[in-house]
């Protein structure tokens, strides 16, 4: 996540702190030190308060890092890579790169989270009980801490993805039917309805008087809706391009021009004349590079008449090229990660292809035109998707992370 701060690292794991999660840390300070606290435990000073609070606030935050680290401690235990750990203002987010490869492991990563918040929470139950009635400071943080984790325990087994319990539900669908895309889609079903439900009472919440909860609940349901639709399409996309490999989308007679020709004459001849964007640099007969339309613009206009493709191209050390055999999902990411539009496919040496976003966008079109969608009205509604493989890092990451939510962070 962009604006995250590198906290430290924990057995391995890079753990961020996103600086929406100040936002809720000091929201919730407040809440606890002027709502919370005096109701339960009257007669502390004003700053034991705002210290209790605080010190509360930041257990919470600790439960939720705790709750994420049993997510990312199973993922690595079944042999799937650990990115990182980024707390934010609705919760925790687990940074994991693959997809479980079977709906055992995918049930064990979801659940070890809520199991080891309801834990948490029973700890610190058993823990507050010696002290009840004693109106202490530790017993008022030991009980927040009881409630919040059970809480937090309990809300993330709601059977909607990208929720906890959404990914159980996914499991046990995928387990029964055979079919991670049908699964996916039923979870990310549940999952949008539910996120429908919170935005809902969220709005009734608000006008009900109850307007900080109710804005806290609609932003969760906003949340959980835009996870729940990039994780469906990701998840869709990757089933469509199944089996397809970088042969068959590939375009086989890309326009190619010489390394030693001037930019001036790269323009004229080829870019304005064929509508090119960018184009593959040949030096005699072997690939050496591709050059731009921003290659090209970053050389000042009146030097383009001296100065020849090879020098203002990128150089094929520098470009990522991949294999014709090589399936569609696997490269795919390579182009959203990179931001690039085009990789030039490479077979023993020699140059066959390119394969562009726009050959991608077209594939997935005529095997609309052709009724092959595998599923219906999908492909006409996620070309966009396709078509913004840009934002597709965006989606990669959604689809492949754990996001956990804080249900009502000032009860
Ligand atoms: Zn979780």
């Given at each position: 996540?962009?604006?995250?701060?590198?906290?430290?690292?924990?057995?391995?794991?890079?753990?961020?702190i996103h600086f929406s999660w100040l936002i809720i840390f000091v929201f919730l300070t407040w809440s606890l030190a002027t709502g919370w606290f005096p109701q339960l435990y009257p007669g502390w000073s004003t700053?034991?308060?705002?210290?209790?609070?605080?010190v509360a606030a930041l257990l919470l935050f600790v439960s939720v890092l705790l709750h994420e680290l049993a997510h990312s401690f199973v993922a690595r235990a079944r042999g799937l890579p650990v990115k990182n750990i980024t707390l934010f203002i609705f919760g925790g987010v687990s940074n994991i790169q693959q997809e479980p490869a079977s709906p055992g492991v995918e049930f064990q990563m979801a659940v070890v989270?809520?199991?080891?918040?309801?834990?948490?929470?029973?700890?610190a139950y058993l823990l507050m009980l010696p002290l009840r009635g004693s109106?202490?400071?530790?017993?008022?943080?030991?009980?927040?801490?009881?409630?919040?984790?059970?809480?937090?325990?309990?809300?993330?087994?709601?059977?909607?993805?990208?929720?906890?319990g959404?990914?159980?539900?996914?499991?046990?669908?995928?387990?029964?039917?055979?079919?991670?895309?049908?699964?996916?889609?039923?979870?990310?079903?549940?999952?949008?309805?539910?996120?429908?439900?919170f935005i809902l009472l969220g709005i009734w919440l608000f006008f009900g008087g109850n307007v900080l909860n109710g804005i806290w609940i609609g932003f969760i349901g906003w949340f959980l809706?835009?996870?729940?639709?990039?994780?469906?399409?990701?998840?869709?996309?990757?089933?469509?391009?199944?089996?397809?490999?970088v042969g068959e989308v590939m375009n086989t007679k890309p326009t190619t021009v010489p390394a030693n020709i001037s930019l001036q004459r790269l323009v004229d001849e080829y870019f304005l004349p064929y509508g090119l964007r960018s184009a593959l640099v040949m030096q005699a007969d072997q690939l050496a590079g591709l050059i731009t339309?921003?290659?090209?613009?970053?050389?000042?206009?009146?030097?383009?008449?001296?100065?020849?493709?090879?020098?203002?191209?990128?150089?094929?050390?520098?470009?990522?090229?991949?294999?014709?055999?090589?399936?569609?999902?696997?490269?795919?990411?390579?182009?959203?990660?990179?931001?690039?539009?085009?990789?030039?496919?490479?077979?023993?040496?020699?140059?066959?292809?390119?394969?562009?976003?726009?050959?991608?966008?077209?594939?997935?079109?005529?095997?609309?035109?052709?009724?092959?969608?595998?599923?219906?009205?999908?492909?006409?509604?996620?070309?966009s998707d396709a078509a913004q493989l840009t934002t597709g890092q965006e989606l990669h990451q959604f689809h492949r992370c754990h996001c956990d939510a804080i249900g009502t962070p000032h009860l």
């Open positions: 996540m962009p604006g995250s701060l590198h906290l430290g690292r924990i057995a391995g794991i890079d753990i961020y700053a034991t308060y705002w210290l209790v609070s605080a989270g809520p199991v080891v918040s309801l834990l948490i929470g029973f700890v109106n202490s400071p530790l017993q008022g943080i030991l009980f927040y801490l009881a409630v919040t984790n059970i809480l937090l325990g309990i809300f993330n087994l709601i059977p909607g993805f990208p929720l906890d959404g990914r159980v539900l996914r499991s046990i669908v995928w387990k029964a039917s055979g079919s991670l895309r049908v699964a996916t889609r039923v979870a990310t079903i549940v999952g949008q309805i539910i996120a429908y439900l809706l835009s996870s729940a639709q990039s994780a469906n399409s990701q998840v869709m996309l990757e089933s469509m391009f199944r089996g397809v490999t339309l921003s290659d090209i613009r970053h050389v000042p206009r009146e030097q383009w008449g001296q100065v020849p493709v090879g020098h203002a191209m990128v150089p094929l050390d520098r470009l990522h090229v991949v294999q014709p055999q090589q399936s569609l999902n696997e490269v795919l990411p390579l182009m959203a990660g990179r931001d690039v539009n085009q990789l030039p496919v490479v077979q023993n040496g020699v140059l066959v292809g390119v394969l562009s976003r726009d050959a991608i966008v077209r594939f997935l079109e005529v095997r609309r035109g052709l009724g092959l969608q595998t599923a219906e009205g999908y492909v006409g509604k996620r070309l």
